[in-house]
């Protein structure tokens, strides 16, 4: 067999592989082909991270047993060395770590899937003990401005609900008595507990996870509830009084703290979410825990690492397009895979504010590089100057762009500083040997390039097809491995030669 028919061969093997695979994979777990025909959940996992002194470790966190709109389904936790389990006091539910001895830096996982539309969380949350609200001492000046800021929204509403909305409407664009009690109080939230309890309202705090698609170490957020009569109702400072919005996940509620660690200390908890597109099926854990792709597939991994393989699982695209332009269209660019860093980048950010970050970036590096020329250094020398030069043109552009209120100027740090500094270079040198014309073409191809493998990247369907099936990138393997073999004229090679075709025919 030749070198060409073995080619092709690995290329077939390479695509019934990937499409054998992934149809194998659609079949044992009933993951959708296309994003929107099945149900969108979020996996959210909580770590902890604290140094053990030695001794017996017991580590104490309140986890939901029901969420406001969502229900909760195939909880885990993964700690090597650790007993778990999880243990019911009094409406507070909480996962328990235990270990006889451990010291050093420790970090446990416990992780969660919601599924939102879920209400038959508002009758739970009803069922709560009430508490009495508790006496709250003000000092002298604190009583006077306390009371006429409740008196006075108490005469602008009609009930609970109302009045609680007038509150923290004051408190949210401060008087001059919210402004006194504020300057007193540890947060709006405390001042809104200490308000609403003394008009006699029943209040608890609670603590909120807002929930966005591959977020990591997120924090959770204090808020507070109040009982109208009815039911409870939640008060975020400043956004008014609302029901829980739709991507808001109440992790806590009052009673004892979200964490305790016995026997360690600096202790620290944060959140990693990501939200996943799962077929209805496949929410009954039954279906899927026996299966060889649910054992084996990225969705096995922490929630961290799945965030970073959303992106990774996307460069087999964006290399396609690579050699596509370069090999059968025959595009210029700077750089082999220049165009898929900044493809990456723009997935960061919107397209144009990227475009004019990184054109800024790039022209302010040529002008730099052109006064680096004129002294004579070596090119180790050059290029190390440069990459200093250009780090400093990045935090500029940052500070600028953060004080204008854009953060356009930080997402170009994503940018890897040695191949910024080497495509300036490339097109410093270029521009003596060949003139602005040569640097023009390659610059503009590479921008070209990379949007077009931003608006494949950017797609709906190939992330949805990328990340629930990677198999299918051994299909793209396979048509770079065929368009390698390419050594045809190129597409803007048929005009160049287009001379010497209509000599032949003559």
């Known amino acids: 067999m030749n070198r060409n028919a073995t080619l092709w061969f690995i290329v077939a093997i390479l695509v019934a592989a990937g499409i054998g695979t992934a149809l194998l994979r659609h079949d044992a777990t009933q993951l959708p082909w296309l994003p929107g025909e099945n149900e969108s959940i979020w996996l959210v996992e909580a770590r902890v991270d604290f140094y053990a002194t030695g001794g017996p470790v017991t580590a104490s966190l309140s986890i939901p047993e029901t969420a406001p709109g969502f229900s909760i389904f195939n909880e ?15 409406n507070d539910r909480r996962g328990e770590w235990t270990r006889r001895e451990a010291s050093g830096a ?22 709560l003990p009430i508490p009495a609200p508790e006496p709250v ?4 000046a604190q009583v006077t401005a306390a009371t006429e800021l409740i008196e006075a929204a108490r005469s602008t509403s009609s009930n609970d609900y109302s009045f609680a909305r007038e509150i923290n409407e004051r408190v949210a664009t401060p008087t001059q008595n919210a402004a006194l009690l504020l300057a007193k109080s540890d ?16 209040t608890r705090d609670v603590m909120g996870l807002p929930l966005e698609d591959a977020r990591r170490r997120q924090s959770l957020v204090p808020l507070l509830e109040f009982h109208d009569g009815e039911q409870w109702r939640l008060v975020d400072p400043g956004k008014g009084v609302i029901d ?64 970073m393989f959303k992106l990774l699982l996307l460069l087999p695209l964006g290399a396609t397009v690579v050699v596509f332009f370069r090999v059968l269209i025959g595009l210029q660019t700077t750089g082999t895979f220049m165009p898929v860093l900044i493809a990456l980048v723009f997935l960061q950010t919107e397209l144009v504010p990227g475009l004019i970050s990184f054109v800024s ?34 935090s500029a552009l940052s500070v600028i ?30 521009w003596e040997e060949e003139g602005p014309r040569d640097v023009l073409i390659q610059g503009s191809g590479t921008l070209m390039v990379a949007v077009v493998a931003y608006l494949l990247m950017d797609s709906t369907v ?33 005009h160049r030669f287009a001379p010497l075709r209509n000599l032949g025919h003559k």
């Open 106 to 127: 420790q970090s446990l996982y416990f992780s969660a899937s919601f599924l939102p539309g879920n209400a038959k969380e508002d009758s739970k949350r009803g069922q």
């Open 401 to 430: 762009g953060y004080q204008l209120g854009f953060s356009t100027g930080m997402v170009i740090t994503f940018f890897p500083m040695i191949i910024i500094a080497w495509t300036i270079e490339r097109l410093s040198i270029l």
């Open 244 to 307: 829980t919005p739709e991507n808001l996940l109440l992790w806590h509620r009052s009673g004892r703290s979200v964490l305790d660690v016995i026997g360690g200390q600096n202790s620290r908890l944060s959140f990693s979410i990501i939200r996943q597109s799962v077929a209805p099926v496949e929410l009954l854990e039954a279906r899927t825990k026996n299966s060889l792709f649910a054992q084996l597939g990225v969705h096995r991994l922490p929630i961290e690492e799945q965030s």
């Open 187 to 202: 947060s709006p939230v405390d001042l809104m507990r200490k308000l609403l309890t003394d008009a006699a309202l029943p």
């Open 462 to 494: 190939i992330q949805h097809l990328s990340f629930n099936f990677p198999e299918l990138n051994f299909v793209l393997l396979a048509c770079i491995l065929a368009m390698g073999q390419y050594t045809g004229y190129k597409l803007f090679e048929l």
């Open 361 to 394: 970036v790039v022209l302010l590096g040529l002008l730099m590089r052109g006064y680096l020329s004129q002294l004579n250094l070596l090119l180790v020398a050059r290029l190390a100057a440069l990459i200093v030069l250009v780090i400093f043109v990045i």
């Open 137 to 140: 001492f003000w000092d002298a």
């Open 76 to 90: 885990q936790a993964a700690s090597a060395g650790y007993g778990f389990a999880i243990v019911t006091d009094a």
